[in-house]
């Protein structure tokens, strides 16, 4: 099945729901109203929150950038003597 | 059982490492002694898959096959810049391995994680293994903050709308099965960053076994290329056309 189908087969699901409790009156209807409004801003915090942690806990690595020079440096030093030309570029 | 038939009299397993490059005089040699130097005991054939680069690379890459054996580095190259999911399909055309590498030439991928990506795939039967540098042993140097809030941004956006089974969608260093290349490629049509985001999502939806392994990323090019509004658009046009089609 498609994605895009999964994704609307649970927007149904939820509306379907959603409609359910507007005629049901469990919950007084005028809640009922706000609650695809809750669920966009709340679905929107989380997005946003994600991204927060996400940038603040991003993975950096100083060191790999050391290491790789000292690699390049010990590549061009093999290449020296061999017939491979790795003069700057 | 398949597999064990498939395997060389040995026993061992065969690995392409496909690189396309364009450019790379320099590199392509560091990235090359790297390779062998990480990769010992494995026996690997490098395919490097070059655009018609200006720089002269081609001379550089027979002078590493001088070196390291015909057979070992193979040059395939094109007559010009073809764009990358071309040459990952033109590089799989020569090779012989029963996996198939892809990475970058510019060294932002480390050959010093092959090993690891084999280890994995090897202990889990993987049908991919892709390296990822947004979990913890992993990692990214030289980006600024906006340029991480972008990523950060673009990937929460990816995994919200395509649950994609990776978390990293964009990487570009990837192990896979031979034939689960093949089949993932043929069906992928995007360009650039976005077609390897269809290959993996592609992937994900067929089922095929996704591990991941952490990896370094070292970007020595962000400061030259900027990070605009049009490659927003096009990640964003690249994401409504995957949640559409896959």
Redesign the interface.
């Known amino acids: 099945m498609k994605h895009i189908v999964k994704i609307l087969s649970m927007v149904v699901g939820i509306s379907t729901f959603w409609i359910g409790l507007l005629q049901a009156a469990i919950v007084p209807r005028s809640h009922t109203w706000l609650l695809p409004i809750y669920f966009v801003v709340s679905l929107g915090c989380y997005g946003l929150l994600m991204v927060g942690t996400g940038l603040m806990q991003f993975p950096t690595c100083p060191q790999e950038a050391v290491l790789l020079q000292q690699d390049i440096a010990e590549a061009k030093d093999f290449f020296k003597h061999k017939g491979v030309d790795v003069g700057s570029d | 059982m398949a597999d064990v038939k498939e395997r060389k009299g040995d026993g061992k397993n065969k690995y392409s490492i496909i690189i396309p490059t364009y450019n790379e ?2 590199n392509i ?2 990235i090359v ?2 390779i062998f130097k990480h990769l010992r005991d494995v026996d690997f054939e490098i395919i490097v898959v070059d655009d018609g680069s200006p ?1 002269g690379t081609q ?2 890459v027979k ?2 096959q ?2 390291y054996g015909e057979d070992r580095i193979l040059l395939r190259a094109r007559a010009k810049k073809l764009g990358l999911g071309t040459a990952y399909i033109h590089g799989l055309k020569h090779a012989t391995g029963d996996f198939v590498v892809i990475m970058d030439a510019d ?1 932002s991928h ?1 050959p010093k994680y092959l090993p690891s990506f084999i280890k994995k795939q090897l202990e889990t039967n993987a049908s991919i293994v892709t390296g990822t ?10 980006w600024n ?1 906006m340029r ?2 972008t990523s ?2 673009a ?3 990816a ?2 709308l ?2 994609p089974g990776v978390s990293d969608l964009t990487g570009s260093f990837r192990l896979y099965k031979k034939s689960v290349l093949e089949d993932v490629i043929s069906s992928c049509v995007s360009k650039g960053y976005v077609f390897q985001m269809e290959m993996i999502v592609r992937a994900t ?1 067929k089922g095929y076994h996704i591990e991941e392994v952490p990896i ?1 990323f ?1 970007d020595r090019v962000f400061g030259t290329s900027k990070l605009g509004g049009s490659e927003i658009v096009e990640y964003l046009k690249g994401l409504v056309y995957l ?4």
């Not at chain 2, 540098?133 to 030289?142: E, F, S």
């Not at chain 2, 949640?243 to 896959?246: A, G, S, V, Y």
Request: zero cysteines; proline letters at 0%; charged letters at 20%.
């Open positions: 005089r320099l040699a560091l002694y790297l720089d001379e550089i002078q590493l001088h070196l060294l480390h540098r947004y979990v913890k042993g992993g990692g990214v140097h030289g903050l991480k809030l950060r941004g990937n929460v956006l995994q919200t395509l649950w939806r370094t070292v949640l559409l089609t896959t």
